[in-house]
């Protein structure tokens, strides 16, 4: 019996990394299962953003008559009303992944009873959070795809296929941020009774003073500058350039370094959160009530 | 009646023990009308729009989508809580009480509804009065009387739509789904944003909900754009006759099924 | 004896609402230590600390004082070599995915705990077979009975096959047929056969009397006694039980003038009222007992008994198994 207890060969470094990497493959897994047996609410996904999308559209339509605007294209090199909106519409739907899908994680384990039975496993609480990062990011990524495809033909627009790789990079900078802000509210989830209310305003907060339907030139002095700590503001001002040709306001190189320290900065203040809250949570006993 | 009171106050109860919720509800609203607002500065290059204002009435577009804001949130109140307030209770493990007592559920249905319109109204009170305060909107309430009566009529409507959402709650418990879709329908096709005469589809589809017309009228009246105060007002006014009826049968419809399948607190 | 042991807990304390007016003390310096292979019931009422306790051990509360380890690693430093051994077992709550089968359950509980790929589907096929749940691997667990949930939650914690198991209320809420199949589990193929270290809370009496080969007893977060069944029995000054079965209503003051009558337990069960005392001599205390009784309530049954864990326990702490 004793050799049974001694460590086992799990927590060797590699052993234990492959571990965690399992673990958060099961947990992605495990999500798409129970997501697929909702089926009415899985195929509502798929709907949802084009609800979302339309009516900036449609308020576009009604306000220039048409599709194209020449005061954009002074402001940013692009015309198209629609194309500018579109793109910026398609990645922000990311900050859905961070604020609810990953901020939401913990918060269904608690409504499922299953919390504390995960939280007893031999694995650190961010692997959980890490899995539904990356379910949440394969999720949105097939929205995403599904959406482009579907607008893209419907409006005829025209995508620079060169820039896709480069696009492809500055998304996957501004996501890493984007887990920060997701591990945070998934820590504040886990103290905070009405979490949600935090987790939309500040995905509100976000969405206003992210260019995502106007460029940064638009924005009031003061919101201009909060939108400079966030690595949404960076990801679609990339994604639009490398997809579209709008005109940088910041230079690349600026662009690629801002969007890593932002993506450093927020991920260790995300770790931060959530350990504090953790910790919090346990000491107050407040895991499994909601 | 006194089941329609205690059910406000109950639900008024629960409601002051999520103080943040409140103030949330009060602010959303107008913070999801400031990305349209730098929209129109970043297409237009200034606040009014001549084509804006050849489908509106009015060129304005700031106003007119900060009422529709304002507005929606009868309709956001209406069908989202309502479609959840029976899923609430099963949570909370009472629906099956509160079905069994000896009132008809019709009066706990009144009494949320009464509820939720009365918490509306009070956020837009308070919206009304930051958009004119703070953001110095410009109304006119001179014509008080039609404009409650315009807003009187869309609650009457809304929450026929209300009935009918609480109702599917019972039927599929994963309800949120099927609430949302609801709430596209009336948010992509009603002038909440937009005047629908931007598309020939929103246009047809505007005729069939209530809150096309309400948001008209209570535009015309708080923006003085010209409407015709008869049409919309009896256009409204049938509406609801119908829809009240209408969600009140597929209310009952499908308490007595789930009744007689026995799947009322299931989750 | 320490190097023998599989959970050794020192001096823990866990406060809740710390300095404010309604603090709770739920573990209040409590201190045991359990071998190797042993069965250790922890028994006392609901809101004793025992689940609070259960929760400190398995590390998914932080103490506030003193110290624990299992399986020789410390619960405050080393907390996920803690949960490599341990399996957490919680009675009369969901600890499984609904909407999940048991196989689809099993697979991810057994991943997140670290069991090889090669192994799980073995892993998998034994538990469901020993649990008699192999023709429902395909169903979705909400379709399955309380009972069936409860033996599906215990082959999750089997998964990783873990040395020490913390079984909280394993019977809370099931019927009799699959209480007694969990409770001969617990004793039969988990703790003799497989030789795991068990720790086991319960209010049930019987249960903690039938399963454990020692019992801590546990009330107002501290532990009052710790010994095997028999001797905490032994330990009773009196030597039999009087019980008496009746309906009506009865306060312990009735009786507080019996002298030769001690540790007086008035509970209630399926409409009955069970008075129940400690004395060396029945027979004498009896007519007066059936005299005090009479005027209040209607005596359907008399008996005489050896004094069980529940006389053990008020004796010692004043208060009933049932109270809380």
């Given at each position: 019996?004793?050799?049974?207890?001694?460590?086992?060969?799990?927590?060797?470094?590699?052993?234990?990394?492959?571990?965690?990497?399992?673990?958060?493959?099961?947990?992605?897994?495990?999500e798409w299962?129970?997501e697929l047996?909702y089926?009415?609410d899985f195929i509502r996904q798929f709907f949802e953003p084009f609800v979302y999308l339309?009516?900036?559209?449609?308020?576009?339509?009604?306000?220039?008559?048409?599709?194209?605007?020449?005061?954009?294209?002074?402001?940013?090199?692009?015309?198209?009303?629609?194309?500018?909106?579109f793109i910026?519409y398609l990645f922000i739907g990311f900050l859905n992944t961070a604020c609810w899908a990953?901020?939401?994680?913990?918060?269904?384990?608690?409504?499922?009873?299953?919390?504390?039975?995960?939280?007893?496993?031999?694995?650190?609480?961010?692997?959980?959070?890490?899995?539904?990062?990356l379910h949440s990011t394969c999720h949105q990524g097939l929205i995403m795809l599904i959406q482009a495809v579907v607008i893209t033909?419907?409006?005829?627009?025209?995508?620079?296929?060169?820039?896709?790789?480069?696009?492809?990079?500055?998304v996957?900078?501004?996501l890493?941020?984007l887990?920060?802000?997701?591990?945070?509210?998934?820590?504040?989830?886990?103290?905070?009774?009405?979490?949600?209310?935090?987790?939309?305003?500040?995905?509100?907060?976000?969405?206003?003073?992210?260019?995502?339907?106007?460029?940064?030139?638009?924005?009031?002095?003061?919101?201009?500058?909060?939108?400079?700590?966030?690595?949404?503001?960076?990801?679609?001002?990339?994604?639009?350039?490398?997809?579209?040709?709008?005109?940088?306001?910041?230079?690349?190189?600026?662009?690629?370094?801002?969007?890593?320290?932002?993506?450093?900065?927020?991920?260790?203040?995300?770790?931060?959160?959530?350990?504090?809250?953790?910790?919090?949570?346990?000491?107050?006993?407040?895991?499994?009530?909601? | 009646?006194?089941?329609?009171?205690?059910?406000?106050?109950?639900?008024?109860?629960?409601?002051?023990?999520?103080?943040?919720?409140?103030?949330?509800?009060?602010?959303?609203?107008?913070?999801?009308?400031?990305?349209?607002?730098?929209?129109?500065?970043?297409?237009?290059?200034?606040?009014?729009?001549?084509?804006?204002?050849?489908?509106?009435?009015?060129?304005?577009?700031?106003?007119?989508?900060?009422?529709?804001?304002?507005?929606?949130?009868?309709?956001?109140?209406?069908?989202?809580?309502?479609?959840?307030?029976?899923?609430?209770?099963?949570?909370?493990?009472?629906?099956?009480?509160?079905?069994?007592?000896?009132?008809?559920?019709?009066?706990?249905?009144?009494?949320?509804?009464?509820?939720?319109?009365?918490?509306?109204?009070?956020?837009?009170?308070?919206?009304?009065?930051?958009?004119?305060?703070?953001?110095?909107?410009?109304?006119?309430?001179?014509?008080?009387?039609?404009?409650?009566?315009?807003?009187?009529?869309?609650?009457?409507?809304?929450?026929?739509?209300?009935?009918?959402?609480?109702?599917?709650?019972?039927?599929?418990?994963?309800?949120?789904g099927?609430?949302h879709?609801?709430?596209y329908?009336?948010?992509?096709?009603?002038?909440?944003?937009?005047?629908?005469?931007?598309?020939?589809?929103?246009?047809?589809?505007?005729?069939?909900?209530?809150?096309?017309?309400?948001?008209?009228?209570?535009?015309?009246?708080?923006?003085?754009?010209?409407?015709?105060?008869?049409?919309?007002?009896?256009?409204?006014?049938?509406?609801?006759?119908?829809?009240?009826?209408?969600?009140?049968?597929?209310?009952?419809?499908?308490?007595?099924?789930?009744?007689?399948?026995?799947?009322?607190?299931?989750? | 004896?320490?190097?023998?042991?599989?959970?050794?807990?020192?001096?823990?304390?866990?406060?809740?609402?710390?300095?404010?007016?309604?603090?709770?003390?739920?573990?209040?310096?409590?201190?045991?230590?359990?071998?190797?292979?042993?069965?250790?019931?922890?028994?006392?009422?609901?809101?004793?600390?025992?689940?609070?306790?259960?929760?400190?051990?398995?590390?998914?509360?932080?103490?506030?004082?003193?110290?624990?380890?299992?399986?020789?690693?410390?619960?405050?430093?080393?907390?996920?070599?803690?949960?490599?051994?341990?399996?957490?077992?919680?009675?009369?709550?969901?600890?499984?995915?609904?909407?999940?089968?048991?196989?689809?359950?099993?697979?991810?509980?057994?991943?997140?705990?670290?069991?090889?790929?090669?192994?799980?589907?073995?892993?998998?096929?034994?538990?469901?077979?020993?649990?008699?749940?192999?023709?429902?691997?395909?169903?979705?667990?909400?379709?399955?009975?309380?009972?069936?949930?409860?033996?599906?939650?215990?082959?999750?914690?089997?998964?990783?096959?873990?040395?020490?198991?913390?079984?909280?209320?394993?019977?809370?809420?099931?019927?009799?047929?699959?209480?007694?199949?969990?409770?001969?589990?617990?004793?039969?193929?988990?703790?003799?056969?497989?030789?795991?270290?068990?720790?086991?809370?319960?209010?049930?009496?019987?249960?903690?009397?039938?399963?454990?080969?020692?019992?801590?007893?546990?009330?107002?977060?501290?532990?009052?006694?710790?010994?095997?069944?028999?001797?905490?029995?032994?330990?009773?000054?009196?030597?039999?039980?009087?019980?008496?079965?009746?309906?009506?209503?009865?306060?312990?003051?009735?009786?507080?003038?019996?002298?030769?009558?001690?540790?007086?337990?008035?509970?209630?069960?399926?409409?009955?009222?069970?008075?129940?005392?400690?004395?060396?001599?029945?027979?004498?205390?009896?007519?007066?007992?059936?005299?005090?009784?009479?005027?209040?309530?209607?005596?359907?049954?008399?008996?005489?008994?050896?004094?069980?864990?529940?006389?053990?326990?008020?004796?010692?702490?004043?208060?009933?198994?049932?109270?809380?």
């Open positions: 019996m004793r050799e049974e207890r001694q460590p086992s060969r799990l927590w060797r470094v590699k052993d234990r990394v492959f571990h965690y990497l399992r673990a958060i493959n099961a947990e992605n897994i495990k299962r129970i047996k089926k009415p339309f009516p900036y559209f449609l308020y576009g339509f009604a306000l220039l008559g048409g599709r194209y605007s020449e005061h954009l294209r002074s402001l940013t090199g692009i015309s198209d009303m629609i194309a500018y909106t910026g990953m901020g939401f994680s913990l918060r269904k384990e608690q409504w499922f009873g299953t919390l504390e039975t995960i939280f007893v496993a031999p694995v650190p609480r961010w692997v959980y959070v890490a899995g539904m990062a033909t419907f409006f005829a627009i025209v995508l620079q296929t060169s820039g896709l790789f480069l696009s492809l990079v500055v996957l900078l501004m890493l941020g887990y920060g802000l997701g591990i945070i509210v998934a820590g504040l989830t886990i103290a905070l009774k009405q979490w949600w209310v935090v987790s939309e305003a500040l995905a509100t907060l976000i969405v206003v003073v992210t260019p995502i339907a106007y460029p940064l030139a638009v924005l009031p002095f003061v919101l201009r500058k909060v939108s400079m700590f966030l690595p949404t503001t960076y990801g679609i001002i990339g994604v639009r350039h490398f997809l579209l040709g709008e005109e940088l306001v910041v230079g690349l190189p600026t662009i690629i370094l801002r969007l890593s320290i932002i993506l450093v900065v927020w991920l260790t203040f995300g770790m931060l959160v959530f350990l504090i809250m953790d910790r919090f949570g346990r000491k107050r006993g407040s895991l499994s009530i909601y | 009646m006194w089941v329609i009171v205690e059910e406000v106050r109950k639900s008024f109860a629960i409601l002051f023990a999520y103080p943040v919720e409140v103030v949330f509800w009060i602010f959303s609203p107008l913070l999801w009308v400031i990305p349209l607002v730098f929209q129109g500065k970043a297409l237009i290059g200034a606040f009014s729009s001549t084509p804006f204002g050849a489908l509106a009435g009015t060129d304005e577009f700031i106003p007119y989508v900060l009422i529709g804001a304002i507005i929606s949130t009868y309709m956001f109140s209406a069908v989202w809580s309502m479609g959840n307030s029976f899923r609430d209770e099963t949570y909370y493990g009472t629906l099956e009480h509160i079905l069994s007592a000896p009132v008809r559920p019709v009066y706990i249905l009144v009494g949320k509804g009464v509820y939720n319109s009365v918490l509306s109204t009070l956020f837009v009170i308070v919206q009304l009065l930051i958009c004119v305060f703070i953001f110095g909107l410009e109304i006119t309430l001179a014509k008080i009387f039609p404009i409650f009566l315009f807003l009187l009529l869309l609650i009457v409507g809304l929450y026929g739509i209300g009935f009918m959402a609480a109702a599917v709650t019972l039927l599929i418990k994963e309800s949120h099927i609430i879709l609801f709430e329908v009336l948010f992509l096709f009603s002038p909440i944003r937009y005047p629908v005469e931007v598309n020939p589809i929103t246009k047809t589809i505007s005729v069939f909900i209530p809150l096309t017309y309400a948001l008209i009228a209570l535009r015309g009246l708080l923006l003085n754009i010209d409407f015709n105060f008869w049409k919309n007002s009896v256009i409204l006014l049938g509406i609801d006759c119908a829809i009240i009826p209408l969600g009140l049968f597929i209310f009952y419809k499908i308490e007595k099924r789930t009744k007689t399948r026995g799947t009322l607190a299931d989750y | 004896m320490l190097e023998n042991s599989d959970i050794v807990v020192e001096a823990l304390c866990k406060v809740f609402k710390k300095g404010k007016p309604d603090e709770v003390r739920a573990v209040d310096g409590v201190g045991f230590s359990i071998r190797k292979g042993e069965l250790f019931g922890l028994l006392g009422p609901n809101g004793a600390g025992k689940t609070t306790l259960i929760k400190c051990i398995s590390t998914l509360l932080i103490p506030d004082g003193g110290s624990a380890s299992v399986g020789g690693f410390d619960i405050k430093r080393e907390p996920l070599r803690v949960r490599q051994h341990i399996g957490v077992l919680t009675g009369g709550e969901r600890s499984l995915y609904w909407k999940l089968t048991p196989v689809e359950n099993l697979r991810y509980f057994a991943t997140l705990y670290g069991v090889p790929r090669k192994v799980i589907k073995d892993r998998i096929d034994y538990l469901l077979d020993l649990m008699g749940l192999t023709d429902k691997a395909s169903v979705r667990v909400e379709k399955l009975s309380s009972g069936m949930k409860q033996k599906l939650s215990l082959a999750r914690v089997l998964a990783h096959d873990p040395p020490i198991l913390l079984v909280d209320e394993p019977t809370l809420g099931l019927d009799p047929y699959f209480a007694r199949f969990i409770r001969d589990f617990i004793k039969n193929e988990l703790n003799k056969k497989l030789h795991k270290t068990i720790l086991l809370t319960t209010h049930y009496m019987d249960e903690a009397d039938e399963l454990c080969d020692r019992i801590a007893f546990m009330n107002r977060g501290k532990i009052e006694a710790l010994d095997t069944p028999d001797r905490l029995k032994q330990s009773m000054p009196q030597k039999q039980t009087l019980e008496i079965k009746c309906q009506g209503t009865l306060e312990k003051e009735t009786f507080s003038d019996v002298r030769e009558a001690a540790s007086i337990n008035i509970s209630h069960e399926d409409g009955f009222v069970y008075l129940r005392m400690n004395t060396d001599n029945p027979e004498v205390i009896l007519s007066s007992i059936i005299e005090l009784i009479r005027e209040k309530a209607q005596i359907f049954s008399v008996r005489v008994t050896v004094p069980t864990l529940e006389d053990v326990f008020v004796h010692l702490t004043g208060a009933s198994l049932k109270d809380g």
